[in-house]
């Protein structure tokens, strides 16, 4: 008997390191917890077209959107742990979000295993282009003289967008309006469409329409210039210490096998040191930046850490 179950457990040690070695044999979702046309949803699907070719399976994009990227995070938390289900994570969904909401659905130490860091890229200050302001200095003079005027727009209440206008007032010590959108694309089109005055949220989204003229650029939030854009100063050279870097990266359900994930991990590191792959990216403002599974969870660590500070500053507070 002890003969035939040591049989039976090895035949299903076998069988499951065969299905690890095979992954994927259908469908892997990608889950961007943010609404389509974001930045997030942008990286997901030059990540997953290649994804697709080099697997020879389908790797699908799903927005869920919501509660700042809370929703979608949530659902590939209770996700099955078997590689056919992972998420496009953020700074928003898997950083900020545990000191900004007082319940998530989700634990981001228990629930999650990092894959791989995907992008870090600057957020852009931008402004309506009816706007009479073409400085960051202006715009701090602008907003003195009219405080609570100024309407901003982000991509989500506690999103990197929102803290990063958070941080802005605070060092300027303005007032503004915050209006709460589902994603950068959103707020994009109410600044176009004349509801809101300004914003800082991705570069990866906002770059282009700044190009057009639909909306005007005035600084980025890293502690250098763009080399998409060398011309926009920095908001730290009128405000010396302001820096908000966002970033990108892949999470699989905890428990997820790791040659699935080591795999993945190898094969997104690969994708992104691919030329065509980096000017993709680079011509929106986006910086490859992948990092292994390992070196990307202390990273995530230590960026929880920061955000909380940041949230606890600003008193933004989800229940």
Do not use: C
């Amino acid at each position: 008997m002890r003969n035939i179950f040591a049989i039976a457990v090895m035949l299903l040690v076998s069988v499951a390191a065969r299905a690890q070695d095979n992954w994927p044999q259908r469908a892997v979702t990608l889950v961007v917890p943010f609404g389509a046309g974001g930045s997030a949803d942008l990286t997901a699907r030059i990540i997953s077209t290649h994804l697709q070719t080099r697997f020879g399976a389908p790797f699908v994009i799903d927005n869920k959107g919501g509660a700042g990227g809370s929703i979608g995070a949530g659902f590939v938390a209770k996700a099955a742990n078997d590689g056919y289900t992972l998420l496009v994570g953020t700074v928003s969904s898997n950083a900020i979000n545990a000191a900004l909401y007082s319940k998530l659905p989700y634990d981001l130490d228990r629930d999650f295993q990092p894959v791989s860091r995907l992008v870090r890229f600057p957020n852009l200050l931008f402004v309506n282009a009816k706007l009479p302001v073409r400085s960051v200095t202006g715009l701090i003079d602008y907003l003195k003289a009219n405080p609570g005027k100024v309407n901003y727009g982000s991509s989500g209440i506690g999103t990197s967008s929102h803290l990063s206008t958070v941080m802005f007032a605070v060092a300027t010590g303005t007032e503004m309006t915050h209006i709460p959108f589902r994603s950068t694309g959103e707020v994009v089109n109410s600044m176009i469409g004349g509801h809101i005055d300004l914003g800082i949220d991705s570069m990866t989204t906002t770059l282009p329409h700044a190009q057009s003229g639909a909306v005007r650029a005035l600084a980025v939030t890293t502690p250098q210039r763009n080399a998409s854009a060398p011309d926009l100063p920095t908001i730290g050279e009128t405000l010396p210490g302001y820096e908000a870097t966002a970033w990108q990266g892949i999470f699989a359900p905890a428990g997820t096998p790791r040659p699935i994930v080591d795999r993945l991990a190898a094969e997104v590191k690969r994708i992104l040191e691919m030329p065509e792959v980096a000017e993709s990216l680079k011509a929106v403002g986006a910086e490859p930046a992948p990092l292994p599974p390992d070196a990307f969870a202390a990273f995530a660590r230590v960026e929880r850490a920061k955000w909380k500070e940041v949230v606890r500053v600003s008193g933004a507070r989800v229940d």
